[in-house]
């Protein structure tokens, strides 16, 4: 869980404290434990005042001095998000901007045997005081893991929800059976440490169950059921209803990973593109892409979103079916080829004013497609027989190293396991559907797919990427 909670004020040298508590502070800084059988959250309850030792350091300018030689002996207090400076509970010397240092649980006011030689020395000089100091805390000091252990029951404790998906200012939880009754409890303290989360919805179906188009029912757990969201990533933005469309911020590096290996001026086919999160970010590259959605909703907001991020003269959109998808792009790729479609780029100024300005540049549409993307990991193997053809008569095109056969991007779901296993079964699938014996190994060789382990996303499931070149007695079939 990403939580946040808010700052806790700083110190006099502006450092700040990151060491993790030991197992005896833990027990002192735990927080209270709040059961309710309402599942009701009371933030009031989690007030909690912890008895402390602190030295008052009478002359602000060693507050430095005491405290680094303190945090060599290990007596100064090390906690997340408390600093251990802070000002003299005593009214009148706090308006003189008197300090103290906080000192771990186990240094006692009134037990001088537990106090170290740096404590001793500068009481002796009268540079300090050793004093009761009440630390107060409260709800926001705590964490979601902290909140959540103090207030699920014990047998949830070891197994609390660490993760959730974002969109914009919504999260989406997809929780386990057991937490279902605990869920808007959840959903409210994730709101409260994580500023940026206004709304917090659950799934109540599987993605894609009941809908071709991967979106899915849900209810709103905590916040206002507003959907209409705005991200940003690579740079782009995208708005648009994520109650409509799919969206799914873990996928973020998988996106960056393909589109850094197009290349500017090539075609790229995004077969299942969304709304756009490989093709917008590959426009912006200077790659020219054919991106197509069977979604209407997608094809909508990726049209706002080509628009949005001025990439209109490379990115075009499509909504159609995927199948037929595939020819129709490598077509009329062909065709705006041929029709000597380019993009003309101007010269950018010269830094010496008497040097003449270059011509603009003129980027030309290539005659072939270079990559094609298959995000659809549920089913985008079932669509590679349509590939079948793809360049059917069209031979010449790649005679004589003119261009490679272009290298597809299938995203897919297999077995998670430490073997060969999921390998073998993403090839032996995909060797049945174009109908080419394929294996393991370099997508740059005929016959052979790399595959890349993207994410897990059951406990033995795993989504993966496979990436292999079209071979050419699929490319030349004839079609059907």
């Known amino acids: 869980m990403n939580s946040t909670s808010p700052s806790n004020g700083g110190d006099a040298t502006g450092a700040t404290t990151t060491t993790s508590p030991s197992p005896e502070k833990m027990a002192v800084l ?32 060693t507050i430095s001095k005491y405290r680094k030689s303190l945090t060599g002996t290990r007596e100064i207090l090390t906690v997340e998000r408390i600093s251990p400076i802070v000002p003299h509970p ?4 706090r308006q003189q901007g008197k300090k103290c240092i906080l000192l771990e649980p186990h240094v006692k006011p009134e037990s001088p045997e537990t106090w170290g030689p740096t404590i001793q020395e500068g009481v002796q000089k009268e540079e300090l005081s050793v004093m009761p100091y009440e630390l107060e805390l ?4 705590w964490s979601f893991h902290d909140i959540l252990t103090s207030v ?30 605990f869920r808007k409890l959840i959903a409210e303290v994730l709101v409260d440490k994580n500023p940026a989360i206004k709304t917090v919805i659950n799934k109540v179906d599987n993605v894609g169950s009941d809908s071709q188009f991967r979106t899915f029912a849900y209810e709103v757990l905590a916040g206002p059921d507003d959907l209409n969201v705005r991200v940003t990533e690579s740079n782009c933005v995208f708005e648009f209803d994520y109650s409509k469309v799919y969206w799914n911020s873990k996928l973020e590096t998988e996106h960056r990973r393909l589109v850094d290996l197009f290349a500017p001026g090539e075609v790229v086919c ?33 049209k706002r979103a080509i628009d949005k991020n001025k990439v209109s003269k490379y990115v075009r959109p499509f909504c159609t079916d995927g199948r037929t998808f595939i020819h129709q792009a490598a077509d009329a790729v062909l065709a705006a080829h041929l029709a000597r479609e380019s993009i ?31 995000n659809l990991p549920a089913s985008a193997i079932e669509f590679l027989g349509c590939y079948r053809g793809v360049y059917a008569g069209h031979e010449a095109l790649f005679a004589d190293g003119k261009a490679k056969l272009p290298m597809v991007h299938a995203h897919c779901f297999s077995y998670k396991a430490d073997d060969e296993t999921p390998l073998n079964d993403i090839c032996e699938r995909i060797s049945r559907e174009i109908g080419f014996p394929m294996r393991p190994g370099d997508a740059e060789v005929e016959g052979q797919v790399a595959i890349h382990d993207v994410r897990d996303v059951a406990p033995a499931k795993r989504m993966f990427c496979a990436s292999f070149r079209v071979p050419g007695a699929v490319a030349f079939a004839g079609r059907g």
């Open 152 to 181: 699920l029951p014990e047998e949830f404790h070891d197994d609390i929800p660490g993760g959730f998906n974002t969109a914009g200012h919504v999260a989406h939880l997809n929780l386990r059976d057991r937490f279902l009754p």
């Open 138 to 141: 409260g709800y926001d000091y």
């Open 270 to 302: 995004d077969v299942m593109a969304g709304i756009g999160p490989f093709a917008v970010p590959a426009g912006k590259r200077g790659v020219f892409v054919w991106a197509n959605d069977m979604n209407p909703e997608s094809y909508k907001y990726m």
């Open 90 to 93: 005593d009214t009148t010397l």
């Open 30 to 61: 735990r927080p209270p434990i709040v059961r309710s059988s309402l599942n009701a959250l009371n933030r009031a309850l989690f007030a909690k005042k912890i008895n402390l030792a602190a030295a008052a350091v009478h002359d602000s300018r």
């Open 344 to 374: 003309t780029l101007p010269a950018p100024k010269p830094t010496n004013k008497s040097t003449p300005r270059p011509a603009p540049k003129v980027v030309p549409v290539p005659p072939t497609i270079a990559h094609f993307v298959m």
